[in-house]
């Protein structure tokens, strides 16, 4: 079935340092990807909706200069969370669509010290 | 805010037990979809029903969806230890052009051995 990798798995960093997640699709073109965000026990929140080749449409409240998406290809792409604090500590969730259904990466901890 | 909303948020149920989990939302819906999470893990596809179908069937799991009620459960029968997780209902939004996901609540299911 498809894949979605996510990497890396987990962070720790100190604050004030920008980390970038790359979301890939391994056997699938992904038109769109979208970047998620999921505080302890409870659900995700949509961050961004990223499209081939174009810029991410944010989700209201999300700062497009703090979290920084690139869709470059149809099988890529990266979230860098730009100077890190402590209150970006996380954890975040890509997904990807081809076709139905979106099918999901295994998320990154970060965790800003 | 578009996002379900699932009950139980809870749910501890011996093994062996049926579990249902229900979920509202609230506009209408090209589909609604069903994930499970692992505990700090990215999410797995379980089923999607869509908006013309009212039932549907997946080795343990059954989902209904009552459009009329803006609705939907899901039933785990006979369930296994591992089927310890969290659920989550997801509707495909007519409304939105680039059909994002909108995440319910989550019910956090423990299966007692």
């Known amino acids: 079935g498809a894949v979605v990798s996510q990497h890396p798995s987990w962070v720790i960093c100190k604050s004030g340092t920008s980390v970038k997640i790359e979301c890939r699709s391994l056997?699938?073109?992904?038109?769109?990807m979208f970047w998620y965000r999921q505080f302890p026990k409870q659900s995700l929140m949509l961050m961004a909706t990223?499209?081939?080749?174009?810029?991410?449409?944010?989700e209201q409240g999300v700062e497009k200069d703090k979290f920084l998406i690139n869709h470059a290809s149809l099988t890529l792409s990266t979230l860098t969370v730009t100077s890190a604090h402590p209150e970006d500590s996380s954890f975040y969730i890509c997904s990807a669509k081809g076709y139905q259904p979106q099918h999901f990466g295994d998320g990154t901890r970060l965790s800003i010290l | 805010s578009q996002q379900g909303e699932e009950d139980p948020q809870a749910l501890s149920i011996q093994e062996g037990e049926n579990a249902t989990m229900n979920c509202s939302y609230k506009t209408s819906i090209n589909n609604l979809q069903w994930y499970r999470q692992n505990s700090g893990r990215g999410l797995v596809h379980l089923i999607l029903i869509r908006s013309n179908e009212r039932e549907k069937h997946s080795g343990r799991l059954r989902v209904t969806l009552d459009t009329s009620k803006k609705s939907s459960s899901l039933l785990i029968t006979a369930s296994r230890a591992a089927d310890t997780a969290s659920y989550f209902c997801a509707t495909d939004v007519t409304q939105t052009g680039a059909n994002n996901l909108f995440f319910g609540t989550g019910t956090r299911l423990t299966v007692i051995p």
């Open positions: 056997d699938f073109q992904a038109t769109t």
């Open positions: 990223s499209n081939e080749g174009s810029k991410a449409t944010y």
